[in-house]
């Protein structure tokens, strides 16, 4: 049987989606095919790669997708946004099963000096692992 398909969505999928698509991945092995997307791809923000990086994580080889990518191609058993915007501006497709609202903010919308910026995708981070850890003992239960 194929684990279920999750897909983290965002607006530009450089920050929180990459973030949460990689945190799964470490925290849910093989019990998840996970993905992200973005309503309007911009390049990963390198304190994306940054703090990912001090966790542990690769970043070698992701890039920013849109949601076209996915679009009528994929079931997913879960679609995740993890910004209003998303939420608000994601249509409803077929093939989309569960859909969870995980707001975060958007620690490149911080303006300051690089420790203030790190400070920032660091916290966003955390919390992003947190909100996983926490699903997973969920589905679980």
């Given amino acids: 049987m194929n684990p279920p398909r999750v897909l983290f969505l965002c607006t530009g999928n450089s920050a929180r989606s990459q973030?949460?698509?990689?945190?799964?991945?470490?925290?849910?092995?093989?019990?998840?095919?996970?993905?992200?997307?973005?309503?309007?791809p911009q390049e990963i923000n390198p304190y994306t790669r940054r703090v990912l990086a001090e966790s542990g994580l690769?970043?070698?080889?992701?890039?920013?997708?849109?949601?076209?990518?996915?679009?009528?191609?994929?079931?997913?058993?879960?679609?995740?946004?993890?910004?209003?915007?998303?939420?608000?501006?994601?249509?409803?497709f077929p093939g989309m099963g569960v859909r969870l609202h995980w707001p975060?903010?958007?620690?490149?919308?911080?303006?300051?000096?690089?420790?203030?910026?790190?400070?920032?995708f660091r916290r966003v981070r955390d919390q992003i692992e947190a909100r996983i850890l926490a699903w997973l003992r969920e589905l679980t239960v």
Avoid: W
């Fill in 104 to 120: 975060f903010d958007d620690p490149a919308a911080v303006v300051g000096s690089d420790a203030e910026k790190l400070t920032a």
């Fill in 58 to 92: 690769d970043m070698a080889g992701q890039s920013a997708k849109g949601l076209e990518v996915y679009l009528d191609k994929l079931h997913f058993g879960y679609l995740i946004t993890v910004c209003a915007n998303a939420e608000t501006r994601c249509p409803v």
């Fill in 19 to 40: 973030m949460a698509e990689a945190l799964l991945r470490k925290h849910g092995g093989d019990r998840f095919e996970v993905h992200s997307a973005g309503l309007a």
